[in-house]
């Protein structure tokens, strides 16, 4: 439990001191948001304005969650190492599309199938080590499971390896883009954030008090390393919460996709390793309707070109919170 605080409290500290410094160096150096000619015309006035904050948030927690460990003297667990494995690899893609958008000052960085690429590439590893039989601990759990969950797994939905890859595949790619697609007003993805990740960390503490021992039923949670799990949960709504002192409105810095994607794949994760992949709809309901808000105007509009010639759209901009903007 001091693990946590730990985790939890040094992630704060760094992130609201480190994003200060980073709103700094970032500006001195040109590292300005490209502002999409479509959005709303008020977001012209953000040109400019500092990007890839997202390191800090990602420095903030792996900083944190070390230190943590090394203060109370505790080993990191394999599914902790996992997490952080996904949450670096999505940022480093994220890193990439904000560094082509601010070397080539373009709102669009990485090409859709050249981000998918990189996104898989991290979430198959991440799949495939989660799955496998060298990281069971000493009951024979593995980080991940091949069946099912809502708040425990579902004994009779258990999933051939190659179906679980690709749920695992479909899970980290879809709510990496989610946040991402999120991630367009000032303080909204950050702010989300923090209450998905708090309830992560709640979710993981009271799994450890029912964790199942020798004799998994279907009273307790068979999670391999609940408390660890929450040790990083901490870490990264800490590290929301002190750049979400910078990113409210009006934000004197974005969290870029370096920071989107990378809290993604961390909430992905979370999912995975918790064992509680349907409940990440609920969790993430706010990342789910601004999804769902794009696939409509998306398909209304090309329905609608084909039987009529003319286009037509549910809301006036997409994502939904565009649209409540323009109001």
Request: charged fraction near 15%.
């Amino acid at each position: 439990m001091r693990a946590i605080l730990l985790g939890g409290g040094l992630a704060l500290l760094i992130s609201l001191l480190g994003t200060r410094v980073a709103i700094t160096y970032f500006t001195r150096w040109g590292y300005g948001q490209e502002i999409r000619d479509d959005g709303p015309t008020s977001h012209h006035t953000k040109r400019g304005t500092p990007t890839m904050g997202g390191v800090v948030i990602i420095m903030a927690t792996v900083l944190a969650y070390f230190g943590a460990k090394l203060i109370t003297l505790s080993a990191p667990t394999a599914s902790a190492l996992l997490l952080l494995f996904l949450f670096v690899g999505m940022g480093l893609v994220g890193f990439l599309d904000d560094f082509i958008k601010i070397s080539k000052q373009r709102s669009l960085g990485l090409r859709s199938k050249a981000k998918m690429v990189g996104q898989t590439i991290v979430a198959l590893i991440f799949g495939f080590l989660a799955l496998s039989p060298w990281l069971e601990d000493a009951n024979g759990r593995t980080p991940a499971s091949e069946k099912v969950s809502f708040l425990r797994e579902i004994d009779w939905l258990v999933l051939p390896t190659i179906l679980a890859m690709a749920l695992i595949w479909l899970i980290v790619t879809a709510t990496s883009n989610a946040v991402n697609l999120t991630d367009g007003l000032d303080g909204l993805a950050t702010g989300a954030s923090v209450m998905v990740f708090g309830a992560y960390m709640l979710g993981n503490i009271w799994q450890n008090n029912q964790f199942c021992q020798e004799d998994p039923s279907g009273q307790c949670y068979n999670v391999r390393d609940p408390l660890d799990l929450a040790v990083i949960a901490a870490a990264i709504t800490g590290a929301c919460f002190g750049f979400l002192w910078w990113n409210a409105a009006p934000a004197a810095i974005f969290m870029g996709d370096t920071g989107s994607l990378a809290l993604g794949g961390a909430l992905a994760g979370f999912a995975i390793l918790t064992r509680t992949e349907l409940l990440l709809v609920i969790l993430g309901g706010i990342f789910v309707l601004e999804t769902v808000s794009v696939m409509m105007q998306v398909t209304w509009f090309k329905t609608t070109k084909r039987l009529t010639g003319t286009g037509r759209r549910i809301f006036r901009i997409a994502p939904i919170h565009h649209h409540f903007e323009m109001l």
